[in-house]
T-cell receptor, first 114, second 114 residues
Framework: ETGVTQTPRHLVMGMTNKKSLKCEQH?????MYWYKQSAKKPLELMFV???????ENNSVPSRFSPECPNSSHLFLHLHTLQPEDSALYLC?????????????FGEGSRLTVL | GNSVTQMEGPVTLSEEAFLTINCTYT??????LFWYVQYPGEGLQLLLK?????DKGSNKGFEATYRKETTSFHLEKGSVQVSDSAVYFC?????????????FGKGTKLSVKP
């Protein structure tokens, strides 16, 4: 496989469920990101991991919990979400120090919270 | 603060028509500017970029010129094809910012009819 792959592509969960989104990059990059894409709103950066250390957390509610076990994998753990959290969650990767602003995105995980 | 404003969509054009998608920005300092494209069912991918005033980014027949005097980075293509149907995002990144801390516009959906 090449690029950035995300699973699952679609997820429906109740407000009391616990689920996780997974992202894997096959590009040899050293930074990974989670973005939230909602209709009619700009993309929102949620978390940044560089060299497996979290370097940014943009005031995201604690019901979203990221995990980066190595430079190729990134998870977003979901717990007691709200209906307004329904959105497309995009994972991206890049190589720090090379081509600033050039991110490689996965296809996204479409989340629906009932 | 930093922000990006794009023209509201959707934009519907006939094949071979001329395309302009307006983008203006507000930023401190000297940002780099980007256009990303999202084809149906896919993640975002970088289309073109410009890193300083008067630079022109180009790719796949698309062009955009970094205009500091008008704080604009309008996307243009002389003759669109049906395969150009997608959502286009303008973005900026300030110098020294985190690699992934792109500020995105809301996106403009383009539909090209045969």
């Amino acid at each position: 496989e090449t690029g950035v792959t995300q699973t699952p592509r679609h997820l429906v969960m109740g407000m009391t469920n616990k689920k996780s989104l997974k992202c894997e990059q096959h590009l040899g990059h050293n930074a990974m990101y989670w973005y939230k894409q909602s209709a009619k709103k700009p993309l929102e950066l949620m978390f940044v991991y560089s060299l497996e250390e979290r370097v940014e957390n943009n005031s995201v509610p604690s019901r979203f919990s990221p995990e980066c076990p190595n430079s190729s994998h990134l998870f977003l753990h979901l717990h007691t979400l709200q209906p307004e959290d329904s959105a497309l969650y995009l994972c991206a990767s890049s190589q720090e120090g090379r081509n600033p602003g050039e991110l490689f995105f996965g296809e996204g995980s479409r989340l629906t919270v009932l | 603060g930093n922000s990006v404003t794009q023209m509201e969509g959707p934009v519907t054009l006939s094949e071979e028509a001329f395309l302009t998608i307006n983008c203006t920005y507000t930023a401190t300092g000297y940002p780099s500017l980007f256009w990303y494209v999202q084809y149906p069912g896919e993640g975002l991918q970088l289309l073109l970029k410009a890193t300083k005033a008067d630079d022109k980014g180009s790719n796949k027949g698309f062009e955009a010129t970094y205009r500091k005097e008008t704080t604009s980075f309008h996307l243009e293509k002389g003759s669109v094809q049906v395969s150009d149907s997608a959502v286009y995002f303008c973005a900026l990144m300030n110098y020294g910012g985190s690699q992934g801390n792109l500020i995105f516009g809301k996106g403009t959906k383009l539909s090209v009819k045969p």
